[in-house]
């Protein structure tokens, strides 16, 4: 318990640390554990209703560019930058990346781990490495409503553990 709630002020730090140097936030915005904000948070926009799952990754520039300054110098100081914007009603999965100059529109789910090199559509849900489109925004509604398993955070543990009994004990 005192770990955990350690583990809270850490990652609340962690937003205030990147809100302090220039990174926006809209309002309901939640990050569920430790997420990296780069070294230049200042070029994330994040929008309304988002949530970040733990370990989520924003990468603003191409560190890559360091292999090349020592044998050209006319290059010594030239690096990729760019900004990341995710808009409103978002999720973004746990240990995704998401990579330098994508908008992740409005509406619109990233899968745990995927990696984030393109611009993400409003309304849809995208995973894997490179992201690719998986389903629509629509598609995944309808998909998470057959799964027909809804759970009252009251009796969350019982049922959850009722629910899967064969899986774990059979």
Request: include cysteine; charge should be positive; charged fraction near 25%.
């Amino acid at each position: 318990m005192l770990i955990e709630f350690i583990r809270q002020i850490r990652d609340r730090r962690h937003i205030k640390n990147a809100i302090s140097k220039g990174m926006i936030v809209g309002e309901r915005f939640r990050a569920m554990g430790k997420v990296n904000y780069g070294s230049e948070p200042y070029l994330i926009r994040i929008g309304n209703h988002v949530t970040l799952s733990f370990e989520v990754c924003f990468i603003t520039h191409d560190g890559g560019t360091w292999v090349y300054r020592d044998r050209y110098d006319e290059l010594a100081d030239v690096t990729r930058y760019g900004p990341i914007r995710i808009y409103d009603n978002c999720f973004i999965g746990a240990r995704a990346i998401i990579m330098p100059n994508v908008k992740i529109g409005p509406n619109s789910l990233v899968a745990a781990g995927a990696v984030v090199t393109k611009d993400v559509p409003p309304n849809s849900v995208y995973g894997g490495v490179p992201a690719k489109l998986i389903m629509t925004y629509d598609q995944y509604v309808a998909k998470c409503s057959e799964a027909g398993q809804r759970v009252s955070k009251i009796h969350k543990r019982q049922r959850l553990l009722k629910m899967f009994d064969n899986f774990l004990n059979g």
